[in-house]
């Protein structure tokens, strides 16, 4: 049973438009979310992260909404670039307990000019 | 810059054979994990370890073993691989806190025959 769902396996946009990246999550014991990247042959990158106390957050071109209500959250990217293209995970961790993240499946995000 | 490393970057291993993973971070973090990623199931945790000499079970331990007996190297092992066990896995280590972002290793691909 996947607590975190990401369920567009791939998305392909043009060069400089907006690249919306969608999950959706079951369990409302999670308070913090984050989107990591992935190029291929290398490990995942830490992208953006949102507290459950905020519904928004920002960094630059990339911009994290989350919906606490819908059990939804998303990463905008705006322009999008070549260089986006990778693998896209979002993930989220329970309050109390340590540092152990739950994982989507991915999306991969192709920028083509 | 926070490094982890992994022993390996292929491994192509027999049916019963015993394998060793190795990891190393170099930021003196806390936290280390070992998740294996698998095409349309994302990023699944082994295990973790949040001390030297400690363990926990993540959400797929079954058939694995951890070691951690210095703070920087984290060890997973499979004490008798099994084509089931063919995988990408990726090391990640952290900070002591909650929200600390998870550093990855490049990852190892291992091919069970």
């Known amino acids: 049973d996947q607590q975190v769902k990401q369920n567009s396996p791939s998305l392909s946009v043009q060069e400089g438009r907006i690249s919306i990246l969608n999950c959706d999550y079951t369990?409302?014991?999670?308070?913090?979310f984050l989107w990591y990247k992935k190029y291929p042959a290398e490990g995942p990158t830490f992208l953006i992260s949102i507290s459950s106390i905020k519904d928004k957050n920002e960094d630059g071109r990339f911009t994290v909404f989350l919906n606490k209500s819908a059990k939804h959250l998303s990463l905008h990217i705006v322009p999008s670039q070549p260089g986006d293209s990778a693998v896209y995970f979002c993930a989220a961790s329970r309050s109390g307990g340590y540092n152990k993240l739950i994982f989507g499946a991915g999306t991969r995000l192709a920028v083509h000019p | 810059d926070v490094k982890v490393t992994q022993s390996s970057r292929y491994l192509v291993k027999r049916t019963g054979e015993k394998v060793f993973l190795e990891c190393v971070q170099d930021?003196?973090?806390?936290?280390m994990f070992w998740y294996r990623q698998d095409p349309g199931l994302g990023l699944r945790l082994i295990y973790f370890?949040?001390?030297?000499?400690?363990?926990e079970k993540g959400d797929i331990p079954e058939g694995y073993s951890v070691s951690r007996e210095k703070k920087e190297r984290f060890s997973l092992i499979l004490e008798s691989a099994s084509t089931n066990q063919t995988s990408m896995y990726l090391c990640?280590?952290?900070?002591?806190?909650?929200?600390?972002?998870?550093?990855f290793g490049p990852g190892t691909r291992l091919l069970v025959l």
């Open positions: 369990n409302s014991m999670f308070d913090y």
């Open positions: 370890s949040y001390d030297v000499k400690m363990k």
């Open positions: 990640a280590s952290s900070m002591g806190g909650k929200t600390e972002t998870q550093y």
């Open positions: 930021m003196d973090h806390e936290n």
